[in-house]
């Protein structure tokens, strides 16, 4: 029997189901959940009870690793340790999860473009990307145009309000001045075309 973090009552459940409304839950068999976590790795493993879901995480990342070992116990579950920006994923793939990891690319020496850029070169039918509105390294506007340049189309796009919102504190990194409070998340499911 697969053992699961549950994830109920959390936001993050009610954002990736409401955004997998217009996917076809039956027909998603192969998903990457890119800068996993035990919360979207259980999230997936739950809604998509037939589907193999390999969690990437960057190499040596020994937080994530072990919640995911810790929290979740299933033969569906692959842990992949990846640089995302340094590594050219061969597989195909029905859904590709991103969850709040934009704005950790200059945590890890990555430029927020070049992950960005980096995730959607992921072979996916389909994408889910929800991260930090207020995240001054998440560049909202670019992901749209970047989107429409490229012939991917946003089939939902939704703004939820975060019930408990957090202070991110100040943290100077580069050019990039991290103090934000996390009030709301901005969610996308795309379409490849």
């Known amino acids: 029997m697969e053992k699961l973090f ?11 189901h409401t955004m997998i409304k217009p996917l076809k839950k039956d027909e998603i068999k192969k ?35 072990n919640m995911l070992e810790n929290s979740i116990d299933s033969d569906r579950l ?24 934009l704005g950790e690319a200059l ?7 070049s992950m960005f850029g980096h995730i959607m070169d992921i072979k996916s039918d389909y994408y889910i990307i929800i991260d930090v509105l207020e995240d001054p390294c998440v560049h909202f506007r670019y ?7 490229k ?10 309000r975060n019930p408990h ?13 991290l103090e ?4 709301h998340f901005l969610a996308y499911t795309i379409k490849r075309l």
Do not use: W
Not at 6 to 16: F, G, L, N, P, Y
Not at 143 to 148: D, F, M, N, Q, S
Not at 167 to 176: E, L, Q, T, V
């Open 165 to 177: 919102p957090e202070h991110y504190p100040k943290f100077k990194y580069d050019k990039y001045k």
């Open 31 to 65: 998903v990457i959940d890119a800068g996993s976590g035990k919360v979207s790795a259980s999230i997936l493993l739950k809604y998509f009870p037939t589907a193999k879901v390999d969690a990437v995480i960057f190499p040596g990342d020994n937080r994530k690793k």
């Open 107 to 113: 945590h890890f020496n990555n430029s927020f473009e």
């Open 143 to 149: 992901i749209e145009e970047y989107l429409k340049e």
């Open 78 to 101: 692959e842990t992949v340790e990846a640089n995302i920006c340094e590594t050219t994923f061969r597989k195909q793939y029905d859904l590709c999860l991103v969850h709040l990891s």
């Open 151 to 160: 012939g991917f189309k946003i089939i939902k796009k939704k703004k939820f």
């Open 180 to 183: 934000y409070d996390s009030k």
């Open 6 to 16: 549950d994830t109920s009552k959390t936001i993050h459940d009610r954002m990736v």
